[in-house]
């Protein structure tokens, strides 16, 4: 199923469970000194954060359509709103980081990013439809939750090294 294909999810459902999810989203962002901006009328999230390692500004973007029946669809954004290649983080690792989201093609690939799935041109087909992405790929990454998305996000973004060339 595509983004197109969630027409079967009224886009009400979708605007009220991003209206239920915000204030856990706005806590997460205020406790991380993250800027978040979560606008239902586009379906979309948008974070700022500084990486932690080259002190420059990364923007992740989030198009919700379809959630939570479908993962978002996540990217990395230079401040012109394009996702040229030297937006994206570099992979790293470290303690609790065994395998980045962050990948060179460049996709944050974790089953709860739309784009990480081959029907988006992204390596996973083995992860099943998009509508089993709470359920895809046990032995990876976990986030049910908006929240839950960002924080992994800057979990592995503290592991990065710098940003992509």
């Given at each position: 199923m595509s983004a197109a294909g969630s027409e079967m999810l009224p886009e009400q459902v979708t605007r009220a469970v991003m209206a239920g999810e915000t204030p856990a989203v706005t806590a997460w962002a205020e406790r991380h000194q993250w800027r978040v901006r979560v606008d239902p009328d586009s379906q979309t999230l948008t974070a700022v954060t500084t990486h932690?390692?080259?002190?420059?500004?990364?923007?992740?973007?989030?198009?919700?359509?379809?959630?939570?029946?479908?993962?978002?669809?996540?990217?990395?954004?230079?401040?012109?709103?394009?996702?040229?290649?030297?937006?994206?983080?570099?992979?790293?690792?470290?303690?609790?980081?065994?395998?980045?989201?962050?990948?060179?093609?460049?996709?944050?690939?974790?089953?709860?990013?739309?784009?990480?799935?081959?029907?988006?041109?992204?390596?996973?087909?083995?992860?099943?439809?998009?509508?089993?992405?709470?359920t895809a790929a046990p032995a990876s990454t976990r986030a049910h939750t908006l929240a839950d998305m960002l924080n992994t996000l800057r979990l592995h973004l503290a592991a990065s090294p710098g940003m992509a060339s």
């Open positions: 932690p390692a080259t002190n420059t500004l990364v923007l992740f973007h989030a198009d919700l359509t379809g959630y939570p029946a479908l993962p978002p669809a996540w990217t990395c954004r230079d401040d012109q709103g394009c996702s040229p290649h030297d937006a994206f983080p570099l992979a790293g690792t470290g303690p609790v980081i065994t395998g980045s989201v962050f990948h060179p093609n460049p996709v944050i690939c974790a089953p709860w990013n739309r784009l990480a799935y081959s029907e988006h041109s992204g390596p996973h087909a083995d992860w099943g439809g998009l509508t089993e992405w709470k």
